[in-house]
């Protein structure tokens, strides 16, 4: 991956938070994504919500797989611990890394490909451990890294870029966090930031697995068949004499909506997405009955979004483990008692990992 770095320098008027870091002090390096790609609203979302929650950007370890939005950690504070791991074995990492050092800020960033196919037993066993983790799942349906074939949350009937049907059923992740006894769940809109924004904070803030669904529209992948400037068109009519591609400079798509109430957002395709945010008096706390809201909606064709689940007494796997209260670099050689002896083996075993997490 190459990184294009950002200047450090910036004007001495931009405003310090708390922690006395500007928000550029959260950036990173040059985005090499596709220009209006959605991931990078996300990230910008990460830099915002850090930035007002004052967090000491060396006091995170974000961690991803393999995919466009795995690229992402490289795009968001510069000056945090970073692993990109093999393709959907991040939560592992995150477990290993949070058992090593349940002081550092866990932020996991994953898609649809490497949380629901290869990575989703990975994740599956982070939810029920309750890693104390904000899990971040940037959706688009697609696989974009490798050119747009149809990921596992891709809805049954919608079409590829060279306009075939997806035959099979989706997996639902935020449906499978609830299933599973995640202790936090959410489902928001790459460009809906007012709302967004927030949620992340909520999820770094949570102590347990806080699951993140974040709608991202792919636009290099939604181009649609019947066009003859499509990608499907041209290349069936031209003679390829070198094997390249073109992506469209296309602006992010935003929305700004009212709590209860319905927007329907269109893609670059022409497409639509039918967006429902949660009423005030929803009730966050009720799973089956988010789990019933949820489908209820989904029949009617929309997408919920909002902090649909949360559970306020949340045990994460440092309190079901009774583990010490401190970092295994920073335990004194004299608490390492034998009565600590077999847990502290276990949290070297798991966290073998933790070493590449040094800058
Ligand atoms: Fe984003 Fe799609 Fe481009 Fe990947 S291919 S960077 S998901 S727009």
Known sequence: ?????????HHPSLVKNKAGYTR?????????LCAGCGHDS?????????????????????????????????????????FNTVHGRMPAVATGANAANGDLIMIGVSGDGDSLSIGLGQMCHAIRRNVNMAYILENNGVYGL?????????DPGSTSKKGEANTMEAIDGVLLALTLGATFVARSFSGDKHQLVPIIKAAIMHRGFAFVDVISPCVTFNDHEGSTKSYAHTREHKVEVVQADFVPIREEITTDYAAGTVQNVMLHD????????????YDPTDRDRAYAHIREHQKKGE?????????????????????????LY?????????????????RVDISYAVFCLKK
Not at 1 to 9: C, E, G, S
Not at 270 to 281: D, S, Y
Request: charged letters at 25%; one cysteine or more; aromatic letters at 6%.
């Open 270 to 281: 022409g497409g639509w997405v039918k967006l429902r945010k949660l009423a005030e008096n």
């Open 1 to 9: 991956m190459t990184f294009i770095a950002k200047p450090k320098l």
């Open 303 to 327: 997408v919920v979004t909002g902090l649909l689940y949360i559970n306020e007494a949340s045990k994460d796997v440092h309190d079901q483990n009774d583990t010490v209260d401190a970092a």
């Open 42 to 82: 996300i990230s910008a979302a990460i830099i915002q919500a850090c930035y007002e929650l004052d967090i000491e950007p060396h006091q995170v370890a974000k961690l991803s797989g393999i995919g466009c939005s795995s690229k992402t950690p490289a795009y968001f504070l510069r000056e945090a611990h970073g």
């Open 330 to 346: 920073n335990l004194p050689h004299e608490q390492r008692s034998e009565e600590h002896t077999s847990e502290l083996q276990s």
């Open 24 to 32: 550029r002090d959260y950036e990173g390096a040059v985005s090499t």
């Open 146 to 154: 490798t050119k747009g074939q149809f990921s596992a949350s891709a």
